[in-house]
């Protein structure tokens, strides 16, 4: 069957340090995949894409890697900061027909000052 | 400006009870989405529009009726309303139908049914 998921539920890390937030997909070729975040209360927000022929993708302190191989993307944060606490949520495309977005359950991000 | 704006933002509501949801977007995309977002925070596609035309119909009881009276607009009808309709509805939309374009979302729509 299909599947996404990210990888802890929540993840706390310490001010200034670097937050690895992993998305793990099985049974997908997506054409595309993207990042974006969620504060509680608001509709999520998009950071970033990245297409199947693209190793890695920056912004600012934002990168986002894609390996179609390993069927895996990670998702880098340098220098956190608490205001970067969030809900951040991977979504594949997929090319079954028409383009159709699927979302990862998302991982709770904690940055502790 | 809010790019993509629903109303109501609360929603509560008695089982049985029919209720809409509306939803604007000024950006002057061509592509509209509903999704809906559960207790344990899963985001799942519903439907998709494009220049008003049904592109995307998931699996979703025919109790949902999801009308677009043009392409800024895509409103949805709930009729007989269930417990299991409780959840944050989200209208989205898009430039295109192309997949590498980013969705803006609105804010939600939090619907409680008692």
């Known amino acids: 069957s299909q599947k996404i998921e990210q990888n802890s539920e929540a993840l706390n890390i310490q001010e200034g340090k670097t937050a690895t937030l992993t998305c793990n997909y099985t049974?997908?070729?997506?054409?595309?995949l993207q990042w974006y975040r969620q504060d509680p209360g608001r509709g999520p927000v998009f950071l970033l894409l990245i297409r199947e022929n693209e190793k890695e993708k920056r912004k600012e302190r934002l990168k986002v890697t894609f390996d179609t191989t390993l069927k895996q993307s990670l998702f880098h944060i340098t220098a956190s900061q608490p205001a970067d606490s969030a809900t951040y949520l991977c979504?594949?495309?997929?090319?079954?027909?028409?383009?159709?977005?699927?979302f990862g359950t998302g991982t709770r991000l904690k940055v502790l000052a | 400006d809010t790019a993509v704006s629903q109303t109501p933002k609360y929603l509560v509501t008695q089982m049985g009870n029919d209720k809409s949801i509306k939803c604007e977007q000024n950006l002057g995309h061509d592509t509209m989405y509903w999704y809906k977002q559960d207790s344990k925070k899963f985001l799942k596609i519903m439907f998709s529009?494009?220049?008003?035309?049904?592109?995307i119909n998931e699996t979703v009881p025919n109790r949902f009726s999801p009308k677009s009276p043009d392409k800024a607009h895509l409103n949805l009808h709930i009729n007989s309303l269930e417990l299991g309709d409780s959840a944050v509805y989200f209208c989205?939309?898009?430039?295109?139908?192309?997949?590498?374009?980013?969705?803006?979302f609105g804010d939600g729509t939090r619907l409680s049914i008692l």
């Open positions: 529009y494009n220049n008003k035309e049904l592109i």
């Open positions: 049974n997908y070729s997506p054409a595309y």
């Open positions: 989205a939309s898009s430039q295109d139908l192309t997949g590498g374009q980013p969705q803006h």
């Open positions: 979504a594949l495309c997929t090319t079954s027909g028409t383009y159709k977005y699927i």
